[in-house]
């Protein structure tokens, strides 16, 4: 059986034509939506959202082309496009009857986020963001020997046809692969989530592909234009991120804060997936956030 959060009940939402996300929900009051990073689904967020729900409404979606979301195949670069995924959470809050709420992502999550806040101020009333940079600027800092950790970027960037060839035939080993080094405490994630994990990835090797491939195309023109523009996050923003800027020589804060004029930027001390490996300090710094 399938993992799931304690005391959430599961919806199915339409959000898009052919599109349905799934999500899991409970809680009461002010409303704030979670969305997982790779190679993950909602089940990353089962410790922070167990504890918002207690005077919190807490949306926990798989994201479309992950877990137990529709994936649609990929027409052009505009089906995973980040816009895209954004506008699918905007509507799936706005189905569960809330036309503004609070906004965190983790990862991939957290692009989407990004971009939901940038395209939708309306309804994006606070941002956290977990552990990535804005698409255009992480594109900017790679270079060299230390683009070397973010190998799956490239490999995933290529057309169609190779790169899911060759994630298909090794599929466990590859996403796994992220899951053994990203992680500081292996413990945070059990044996019963790592395997939902590579269960729901295993399915979704085209969709993940195609995500990825938006960040190298569409993605990044989308970001381009909204720095022409001007564009910045209007809304309360938190950021918080490993210590990986001094590595790779850049510095984090400095280039959120280009996007985010009322900005948090915390280091934390654990591995990439913070909301498994130091729930507490994820849900503290959420609750922080929100009283902002």
């Given at each position: 059986m399938t993992p799931a959060i304690p005391g959430f009940t599961y919806r199915r939402v339409p959000v898009a034509d052919g599109v349905s996300l799934n999500a899991a929900v409970s809680g009461s009051g002010d409303p704030i939506v979670l969305l997982h990073g790779f190679p993950q689904t909602h089940l990353m967020w089962r410790h922070v959202a167990a504890d918002l729900a207690a005077d919190h409404t807490v949306i926990?979606?798989?994201?479309?082309?992950?877990?137990?979301?529709?994936?649609?195949?990929?027409?052009?670069?505009?089906?995973?496009?980040?816009?895209?995924?954004?506008?699918?959470?905007?509507?799936?809050?706005?189905?569960?009857?809330?036309?503004?709420?609070?906004?965190?992502?983790?990862?991939?999550?957290?692009?989407?986020?990004?971009?939901?806040?940038?395209?939708?101020?309306?309804?994006?009333?606070?941002?956290?963001?977990?552990?990535?940079?804005?698409?255009?600027?992480?594109?900017?800092?790679?270079?060299?020997?230390?683009?070397?950790?973010?190998?799956?970027?490239?490999?995933?960037?290529?057309?169609?046809?190779?790169?899911?060839?060759?994630?298909?035939?090794?599929?466990?080993?590859?996403?796994?692969?992220?899951?053994?080094?990203?992680?500081?405490?292996?413990?945070?994630?059990?044996?019963?989530?790592?395997?939902?994990?590579?269960?729901?990835?295993?399915?979704?090797?085209?969709?993940?592909?195609?995500d990825y491939r938006a960040s190298a195309g569409v993605d990044r023109d989308h970001d381009q234009d909204a720095r022409d523009a001007g564009d910045r996050l209007g809304m309360p923003v938190t950021v918080l991120q490993q210590d990986w800027g001094a590595a790779l020589g850049f510095d984090a804060a400095a280039l959120w804060g280009a996007w985010a004029p009322d900005l948090r930027h915390a280091t934390v001390t654990c591995g990439h997936f913070m909301a498994e490996e130091a729930p507490a300090d994820i849900a503290k710094a959420l609750r922080d956030l929100l009283t902002r």
């Open positions: 926990c979606p798989d994201l479309r082309g992950y877990g137990a979301s529709d994936k649609p195949a990929e027409t052009d670069g505009g089906t995973y496009a980040k816009r895209t995924m954004a506008a699918d959470v905007v509507a799936l809050a706005r189905a569960l009857g809330h036309e503004r709420f609070a906004l965190a992502g983790h990862d991939r999550g957290a692009l989407v986020a990004f971009r939901a806040g940038l395209d939708h101020p309306e309804a994006i009333t606070h941002l956290a963001v977990l552990d990535v940079l804005p698409t255009l600027d992480m594109w900017e800092v790679l270079h060299g020997a230390g683009g070397s950790i973010a190998f799956h970027l490239y490999l995933m960037a290529q057309p169609p046809g190779l790169p899911e060839q060759m994630i298909s035939a090794s599929a466990d080993a590859f996403f796994g692969h992220f899951l053994d080094i990203w992680a500081n405490d292996p413990r945070a994630i059990p044996a019963d989530v790592r395997a939902a994990y590579l269960d729901a990835c295993r399915e979704a090797v085209p969709s993940i592909v195609a």
